[in-house]
């Protein structure tokens, strides 16, 4: 006995509504993707957001569309970046098929997932100030570490 969960993602930014990423999950744990957006992996504007569709229940909940547009924003467009998104590729189909199948699993990573959504969407809202504020904590940890050592 297999369960399907068969979602459609449309490309953001796109004027073709066509539906570009269909997931499907199997009994083996596994979720494939077809359709065409979906051919390079799920980068670039496709699908691909396993964890957070799993958790939200549609590639078109406004969160799981802020992280997917992070995700092309700035992850994409540079080697570290891409590396992490060929490494979460790698392990979330498994990860997201085992949320989908438990109700309290759903809202566990929708609740781990709050800080990751309200940061992808103030950085892409306020790029700048975000950056100052990121470097402002940075040196305020690093002058708390240097500080603990001398002391």
Known sequence: MSDTLRVAGIQLGSSNPTPVVITTLSGSNTISTGGAASSGGGGGGGGGCFIATAAYGSPLAREVVVLREFRDRYLMTNHP????????????????????????????????????????????????????????????????LISRRKG
């Not at 438990?102 to 306020?126: C, Q």
């Open 81 to 144: 970046g891409r590396a992490l998104v060929s490494l979460y590729y790698a392990w979330s189909p498994w990860v997201a098929g085992f949320i989908y199948r438990h109700e309290s699993l759903k809202t566990f990573t929708r609740i781990t997932l709050y800080p990751a959504v309200t940061l992808s969407r103030t950085i892409m809202s306020n790029p700048g100030e975000t950056g100052l504020f990121a470097l402002s904590i940075f040196l305020l940890f690093g002058w708390i």
